[in-house]
Protein backbone atom coordinates (compact mmCIF):
# COMPACT_ATOMS: atom_id res chain seq x y z
CA UNK A 1 0.00 0.00 0.00
CA UNK A 2 1.68 3.71 -0.83
CA UNK A 3 1.92 6.39 2.00
CA UNK A 4 2.17 9.86 1.22
CA UNK A 5 4.97 11.55 2.67
CA UNK A 6 4.43 13.93 5.58
CA UNK A 7 5.55 16.95 3.24
CA UNK A 8 2.15 15.87 1.07
CA UNK A 9 0.06 15.99 4.07
CA UNK A 10 1.32 19.50 5.14
CA UNK A 11 1.05 20.80 2.11
CA UNK A 12 -2.69 19.57 1.56
CA UNK A 13 -3.53 21.17 5.04
CA UNK A 14 -1.51 24.18 4.51
CA UNK A 15 -3.35 24.65 1.28
CA UNK A 16 -7.41 24.50 2.87
CA UNK A 17 -6.43 25.33 6.39
CA UNK A 18 -3.80 27.31 7.40
CA UNK A 19 -3.84 29.80 4.99
CA UNK A 20 -6.63 31.95 6.85
CA UNK A 21 -4.84 31.08 10.08
CA UNK A 22 -4.40 34.02 11.73
CA UNK A 23 -0.81 33.13 12.90
CA UNK A 24 0.13 33.16 9.15
CA UNK A 25 -0.71 36.65 8.42
CA UNK A 26 1.51 39.69 7.00
CA UNK A 27 2.81 41.60 10.60
CA UNK A 28 1.82 45.62 9.09
CA UNK A 29 5.06 46.42 8.47
CA UNK A 30 4.98 49.23 5.60
CA UNK A 31 3.35 51.25 3.65
CA UNK A 32 -0.84 49.95 2.97
CA UNK A 33 -2.76 51.34 0.19
CA UNK A 34 -6.51 52.18 0.86
CA UNK A 35 -9.11 50.24 -0.82
CA UNK A 36 -11.84 52.70 0.28
CA UNK A 37 -13.20 56.58 -1.19
CA UNK A 38 -9.84 57.14 -1.82
CA UNK A 39 -9.57 54.87 -4.60
CA UNK A 40 -11.17 56.74 -6.86
CA UNK A 41 -7.73 59.18 -6.77
CA UNK A 42 -5.67 55.68 -7.16
CA UNK A 43 -4.26 54.99 -10.58
CA UNK A 44 -2.78 51.84 -11.70
CA UNK A 45 0.79 51.77 -12.73
CA UNK A 46 0.20 47.95 -14.16
CA UNK A 47 -2.30 44.98 -13.70
CA UNK A 48 -1.37 41.27 -12.09
CA UNK A 49 -3.03 38.23 -14.35
CA UNK A 50 -3.25 36.03 -11.57
CA UNK A 51 -5.13 32.28 -12.07
CA UNK A 52 -7.28 29.93 -9.25
CA UNK A 53 -7.12 26.51 -8.52
CA UNK A 54 -10.73 26.38 -10.74
CA UNK A 55 -9.13 28.03 -14.02
CA UNK A 56 -10.43 31.90 -13.48
CA UNK A 57 -8.00 34.38 -14.43
CA UNK A 58 -8.39 37.55 -12.79
CA UNK A 59 -6.37 40.68 -13.74
CA UNK A 60 -5.97 43.07 -10.36
CA UNK A 61 -4.68 46.49 -9.67
CA UNK A 62 -1.23 46.98 -8.83
CA UNK A 63 -2.58 50.03 -6.46
CA UNK A 64 -5.94 49.86 -6.21
CA UNK A 65 -6.66 46.03 -5.28
CA UNK A 66 -9.28 46.16 -8.02
CA UNK A 67 -9.98 42.90 -9.96
CA UNK A 68 -11.79 42.17 -13.24
CA UNK A 69 -12.46 38.91 -14.45
CA UNK A 70 -10.88 38.51 -18.39
CA UNK A 71 -11.18 34.62 -18.76
CA UNK A 72 -12.31 30.99 -17.91
CA UNK A 73 -9.77 28.51 -18.53
CA UNK A 74 -11.82 25.18 -19.57
CA UNK A 75 -11.98 21.23 -20.31
CA UNK A 76 -10.55 21.42 -16.36
CA UNK A 77 -12.03 17.64 -15.78
CA UNK A 78 -9.72 17.22 -12.78
CA UNK A 79 -8.28 19.49 -10.18
CA UNK A 80 -5.06 20.36 -11.93
CA UNK A 81 -1.99 20.59 -9.84
CA UNK A 82 -1.45 24.48 -9.21
CA UNK A 83 2.10 24.37 -9.49
CA UNK A 84 2.29 24.04 -13.11
CA UNK A 85 0.12 26.64 -13.87
CA UNK A 86 2.93 29.33 -16.15
CA UNK A 87 2.08 31.84 -19.05
CA UNK A 88 3.42 33.29 -21.99
CA UNK A 89 2.66 36.58 -23.59
CA UNK A 90 0.11 34.74 -25.49
CA UNK A 91 -0.99 31.36 -23.71
CA UNK A 92 -1.07 30.00 -20.29
CA UNK A 93 -0.18 26.12 -20.06
CA UNK A 94 -1.16 23.79 -17.21
CA UNK A 95 -1.16 20.53 -16.62
CA UNK A 96 -4.33 18.20 -15.10
CA UNK A 97 -3.68 14.60 -13.98
CA UNK A 98 -6.11 11.95 -14.21
CA UNK A 99 -5.80 8.73 -12.54
CA UNK A 100 -8.67 6.87 -13.64
CA UNK A 101 -8.31 4.28 -15.67
CA UNK A 102 -5.35 4.95 -16.43
CA UNK A 103 -2.92 7.84 -15.74
CA UNK A 104 -2.80 10.33 -17.88
CA UNK A 105 -1.60 14.22 -18.37
CA UNK A 106 -3.02 16.34 -20.19
CA UNK A 107 -1.50 19.85 -21.01
CA UNK A 108 -4.63 22.67 -21.33
CA UNK A 109 -3.42 25.62 -23.55
CA UNK A 110 -5.64 28.74 -22.57
CA UNK A 111 -5.38 31.58 -25.74
CA UNK A 112 -4.87 34.83 -24.05
CA UNK A 113 -6.12 36.51 -27.60
CA UNK A 114 -9.23 34.17 -28.46
CA UNK A 115 -10.03 33.04 -24.74
CA UNK A 116 -10.11 29.28 -25.58
CA UNK A 117 -9.06 26.18 -24.03
CA UNK A 118 -7.29 23.32 -26.00
CA UNK A 119 -6.48 19.78 -23.99
CA UNK A 120 -3.46 17.82 -25.19
CA UNK A 121 -3.41 14.48 -23.96
CA UNK A 122 0.91 13.94 -23.43
CA UNK A 123 2.57 11.12 -24.46
CA UNK A 124 5.86 9.86 -21.85
CA UNK A 125 8.84 9.18 -22.73
CA UNK A 126 9.02 5.20 -22.39
CA UNK A 127 12.20 5.59 -20.92
CA UNK A 128 10.11 7.06 -17.84
CA UNK A 129 8.70 4.09 -16.24
CA UNK A 130 6.12 4.77 -12.78
CA UNK A 131 3.20 3.47 -11.26
CA UNK A 132 1.80 7.01 -11.97
CA UNK A 133 3.70 9.38 -13.78
CA UNK A 134 2.80 12.91 -13.19
CA UNK A 135 4.27 16.27 -14.03
CA UNK A 136 4.51 18.44 -11.02
CA UNK A 137 5.98 21.24 -11.73
CA UNK A 138 5.93 23.09 -15.02
CA UNK A 139 7.73 26.63 -16.58
CA UNK A 140 8.06 28.63 -19.76
CA UNK A 141 11.60 29.25 -20.19
CA UNK A 142 10.53 32.06 -23.17
CA UNK A 143 10.76 29.29 -25.63
CA UNK A 144 9.65 26.62 -24.09
CA UNK A 145 8.30 24.39 -20.92
CA UNK A 146 10.44 22.51 -18.53
CA UNK A 147 9.22 20.27 -16.11
CA UNK A 148 9.64 17.88 -13.03
CA UNK A 149 7.82 14.44 -13.77
CA UNK A 150 7.59 12.72 -10.68
CA UNK A 151 7.29 8.53 -11.80
CA UNK A 152 4.94 8.28 -8.71
CA UNK A 153 2.99 11.31 -8.11
CA UNK A 154 3.46 13.13 -4.61
CA UNK A 155 4.97 9.52 -2.94
CA UNK A 156 8.00 10.57 -1.03
CA UNK A 157 11.05 9.30 -2.45
CA UNK A 158 9.45 8.93 -6.32
CA UNK A 159 12.31 9.44 -8.73
CA UNK A 160 12.36 12.92 -10.51
CA UNK A 161 12.71 13.59 -14.04
CA UNK A 162 13.24 16.96 -15.91
CA UNK A 163 11.78 17.11 -19.08
CA UNK A 164 11.11 19.61 -21.58
CA UNK A 165 7.90 20.14 -23.63
CA UNK A 166 8.11 21.04 -27.54
CA UNK A 167 5.48 24.02 -27.78
CA UNK A 168 5.31 23.30 -31.65
CA UNK A 169 4.32 19.54 -31.64
CA UNK A 170 4.00 19.65 -27.68
CA UNK A 171 6.07 16.27 -27.68
CA UNK A 172 8.42 15.51 -24.36
CA UNK A 173 11.49 14.87 -24.41
CA UNK A 174 13.53 13.27 -20.88
CA UNK A 175 16.33 15.02 -20.34
CA UNK A 176 17.89 12.45 -18.95
CA UNK A 177 18.88 14.38 -15.50
CA UNK A 178 17.38 12.46 -12.31
CA UNK A 179 16.44 13.54 -8.69
CA UNK A 180 14.60 12.74 -5.42
CA UNK A 181 13.92 15.78 -3.86
CA UNK A 182 10.08 15.53 -2.71
CA UNK A 183 9.23 19.12 -1.24
CA UNK A 184 9.48 21.21 -4.36
CA UNK A 185 7.40 24.17 -4.40
CA UNK A 186 9.20 26.20 -7.43
CA UNK A 187 11.79 26.19 -10.79
CA UNK A 188 12.73 28.98 -12.98
CA UNK A 189 15.56 28.61 -16.03
CA UNK A 190 18.23 30.99 -16.28
CA UNK A 191 20.19 30.61 -19.26
CA UNK A 192 21.55 27.04 -19.04
CA UNK A 193 21.01 26.61 -15.25
CA UNK A 194 17.67 25.40 -13.80
CA UNK A 195 16.99 26.27 -10.43
CA UNK A 196 14.55 24.54 -7.87
CA UNK A 197 13.34 26.14 -4.44
CA UNK A 198 12.19 23.36 -1.45
CA UNK A 199 10.67 23.13 1.64
CA UNK A 200 13.11 21.41 3.51
CA UNK A 201 15.21 19.77 1.23
CA UNK A 202 17.69 22.58 -0.01
CA UNK A 203 18.18 25.12 -3.58
CA UNK A 204 19.10 22.83 -6.03
CA UNK A 205 20.92 23.95 -9.16
CA UNK A 206 20.56 21.46 -12.18
CA UNK A 207 23.49 22.61 -14.93
CA UNK A 208 21.82 21.46 -18.59
CA UNK A 209 25.39 21.37 -20.59
CA UNK A 210 26.58 18.80 -17.77
CA UNK A 211 23.58 17.01 -16.66
CA UNK A 212 24.52 17.53 -13.41
CA UNK A 213 22.51 19.00 -9.84
CA UNK A 214 24.21 20.03 -7.15
CA UNK A 215 22.57 21.63 -3.97
CA UNK A 216 23.71 25.03 -3.52
CA UNK A 217 25.03 26.85 -0.13
CA UNK A 218 24.38 30.48 0.77
CA UNK A 219 26.14 32.01 3.67
CA UNK A 220 27.12 28.62 4.32
CA UNK A 221 23.84 27.45 4.98
CA UNK A 222 21.05 25.18 3.30
CA UNK A 223 18.56 27.29 1.78
CA UNK A 224 14.39 26.62 2.01
CA UNK A 225 11.93 28.20 0.16
CA UNK A 226 9.04 29.19 -1.67
CA UNK A 227 7.68 31.21 -5.22
CA UNK A 228 11.42 32.28 -7.19
CA UNK A 229 11.57 34.73 -9.47
CA UNK A 230 13.88 35.99 -11.99
CA UNK A 231 15.86 39.13 -11.04
CA UNK A 232 18.87 38.71 -13.96
CA UNK A 233 21.46 36.22 -14.53
CA UNK A 234 23.06 36.32 -11.27
CA UNK A 235 20.19 36.82 -8.97
CA UNK A 236 17.09 35.34 -8.07
CA UNK A 237 13.97 36.23 -5.53
CA UNK A 238 12.73 33.91 -2.90
CA UNK A 239 10.36 33.69 -0.31
CA UNK A 240 12.58 32.49 2.57
CA UNK A 241 11.24 29.45 4.64
CA UNK A 242 11.53 30.78 8.55
CA UNK A 243 13.01 27.65 10.68
CA UNK A 244 11.22 27.19 13.65
CA UNK A 245 8.17 29.23 12.53
CA UNK A 246 4.40 27.86 13.02
CA UNK A 247 3.06 28.83 10.42
CA UNK A 248 3.28 26.04 7.48
CA UNK A 249 3.24 28.93 4.83
CA UNK A 250 5.42 31.65 6.53
CA UNK A 251 8.06 33.34 4.72
CA UNK A 252 10.83 36.86 4.27
CA UNK A 253 11.56 38.25 1.10
CA UNK A 254 15.29 37.31 -0.02
CA UNK A 255 17.93 38.20 -2.46
CA UNK A 256 20.13 35.70 -3.78
CA UNK A 257 23.17 36.43 -5.28
CA UNK A 258 24.63 33.50 -7.04
CA UNK A 259 27.95 35.15 -7.60
CA UNK A 260 29.20 35.32 -3.84
CA UNK A 261 26.28 32.85 -3.09
CA UNK A 262 25.30 35.09 -0.38
CA UNK A 263 21.57 35.94 0.60
CA UNK A 264 20.32 39.49 1.61
CA UNK A 265 17.45 39.95 3.92
CA UNK A 266 14.72 42.26 2.01
CA UNK A 267 11.84 41.90 4.72
CA UNK A 268 12.11 44.97 7.48
CA UNK A 269 12.04 42.35 9.94
CA UNK A 270 8.56 41.04 8.88
CA UNK A 271 7.29 37.56 8.38
CA UNK A 272 4.28 37.11 5.40
CA UNK A 273 2.06 34.35 5.08
CA UNK A 274 1.63 32.98 1.54
CA UNK A 275 -1.73 32.70 0.35
CA UNK A 276 -0.39 29.62 -2.02
CA UNK A 277 3.22 28.09 -1.79
CA UNK A 278 3.79 26.49 -5.08
CA UNK A 279 4.63 27.73 -8.23
CA UNK A 280 7.03 30.66 -9.49
CA UNK A 281 6.58 34.29 -8.55
CA UNK A 282 6.84 37.47 -10.45
CA UNK A 283 10.30 40.16 -10.27
CA UNK A 284 9.39 43.85 -12.46
CA UNK A 285 12.32 45.17 -13.36
CA UNK A 286 10.66 48.23 -14.60
CA UNK A 287 10.49 49.15 -10.65
CA UNK A 288 12.54 46.33 -9.30
CA UNK A 289 9.45 45.01 -7.30
CA UNK A 290 9.06 41.34 -6.23
CA UNK A 291 5.86 40.65 -6.38
CA UNK A 292 3.59 38.18 -4.24
CA UNK A 293 0.43 37.34 -3.16
CA UNK A 294 -0.47 37.07 1.04
CA UNK A 295 -2.78 37.58 3.97
CA UNK A 296 -2.77 40.76 5.66
CA UNK A 297 -3.54 40.64 9.72
CA UNK A 298 -7.11 40.78 9.12
CA UNK A 299 -7.02 37.51 6.68
CA UNK A 300 -7.21 39.74 3.65
CA UNK A 301 -5.86 39.00 0.57
CA UNK A 302 -3.45 41.57 -0.64
CA UNK A 303 -0.46 42.30 -2.94
CA UNK A 304 3.21 42.55 -1.49
CA UNK A 305 5.13 44.91 -3.44
CA UNK A 306 8.95 44.52 -1.96
CA UNK A 307 11.06 46.57 -4.01
CA UNK A 308 14.68 45.60 -3.57
CA UNK A 309 16.12 48.55 -4.41
CA UNK A 310 14.75 50.89 -2.04
CA UNK A 311 13.48 48.89 0.54
CA UNK A 312 10.25 50.25 0.77
CA UNK A 313 7.30 47.46 1.00
CA UNK A 314 3.61 47.98 0.00
CA UNK A 315 0.86 46.40 1.13
CA UNK A 316 -2.71 46.18 -1.57
CA UNK A 317 -5.92 44.67 -0.32
CA UNK A 318 -7.57 43.14 -3.16
CA UNK A 319 -11.26 43.86 -3.82
CA UNK A 320 -12.68 40.90 -4.27
CA UNK A 321 -13.62 38.40 -1.36
CA UNK A 322 -14.58 35.95 -3.98
CA UNK A 323 -10.99 35.32 -4.85
CA UNK A 324 -9.88 32.89 -1.92
CA UNK A 325 -6.76 30.95 -1.67
CA UNK A 326 -4.55 28.84 -4.19
CA UNK A 327 -3.83 31.63 -6.61
CA UNK A 328 -0.69 32.16 -9.02
CA UNK A 329 0.42 35.30 -10.38
CA UNK A 330 0.86 34.97 -13.99
CA UNK A 331 1.95 37.83 -15.62
CA UNK A 332 1.95 41.61 -16.00
CA UNK A 333 0.02 43.27 -17.90
CA UNK A 334 1.20 47.31 -18.54
Known amino acids: MKKTSYYT ?39 LLVSTKNGQLYEIGNNTGNTNKVGQINNIISSPFVRTITSSKS ?43 SIIDLYWNGNNLIGVLSTNGLISNSPKYLITINTSDYSITNTGITFNQDSITSLVQVDNKVYISTLEEGFLEIDLITN ?33 SSS ?15 IVDKS ?56 TSSLKILDIVD
Open 212 to 244: SVNELMFDGKQLNGWRLAVINKTKLALMQVIQG
Open 91 to 133: KIFLIEYISNPNPTNNLLIYNRQTKTTESISLKLPSSIIGDEP
Open 248 to 262: TNSGKPVEINFNNKS
Open 268 to 323: NNTIYGLADVFGSSIFRLTNNEYINLIYSNDSKLSILRCNFITGQIKLVKINNTDI
Open 9 to 47: ILIIVTLFTSCQNSDNSLSDNGDSLSNSDENNQIKDDYK
